[in-house]
């Protein structure tokens, strides 16, 4: 499969949420656990192509746009990595999806199942906060393939952040399953 990788926002332009005590910013995190996945989809044969940029749909013509750049390459499936930020309590793994009936909730689904049967390894009491529909994110709406996003954990709370910090090779693997798992399903 062509695997479109989107590290969400940009460095120097917009770090995204940030955890101040633990001196963490969303836009380093995502390229970080990007940057492995797309290792690990290459080394399993996927083509892939990873792009950062602030610009997701046309807005910003100073930088590449995102959806055009995967949409004119016709990615097979499309990957936005973000984490999430709320009160500093509120904690969990979600994907997001334009649409849960729909190639694109399908591969949410696999991806957030894997992604919680990991993380609860290390943290049982990380919460499944599950599949939502946002219609409305640019990444989603202007895409032509299957796209999600996944909000990895809450950077806000630190429990989460830990995860982010320390659990970044597993993050990567079980998003890695997930796709390998939706490719499976696809072909059968
Ligand atoms: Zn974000």
Redesign the pocket.
């Known amino acids: 499969m062509k695997i479109f990788i989107n590290p ?2 940009m460095p120097n332009v917009d770090s ?2 940030v955890n101040e005590h633990l001196i963490l910013r ?1 836009c380093d995190i995502a390229l970080s656990i990007g940057n492995l996945l797309a290792h690990k989809l290459k080394i399993t044969g996927h083509k892939v192509k990873l792009l950062q940029s602030n610009n997701l749909c046309g807005e910003s013509p100073d930088y590449p746009n995102i959806c055009a750049i995967a949409n004119n390459w016709q990615a097979d499936i499309f990957i936005s990595l ?2 999430n930020a709320f009160n500093t309590k509120a904690r969990g793994t979600e994907t997001l999806c334009y649409n849960k009936n729909s190639n694109a909730g399908a591969l949410a689904q696999l991806i957030q199942l894997q992604l919680i049967n990991s993380l609860q390894n290390f943290d049982a009491a990380l919460p499944d906060r599950g599949i939502k529909q946002r219609p409305d994110l640019a990444v989603l709406r202007c895409t032509t393939m299957p796209a999600i996003l996944i909000e990895m954990a809450f950077i806000d709370n630190d429990n989460d952040a830990l995860l982010l910090i320390n659990k970044q090779d597993t993050i990567a693997a079980a998003i890695s399953r997930g796709i390998t798992d939706y490719d499976a399903q696809l072909h059968c």
């Open positions: 969400g926002h995204g949420a969303e973000h984490c």
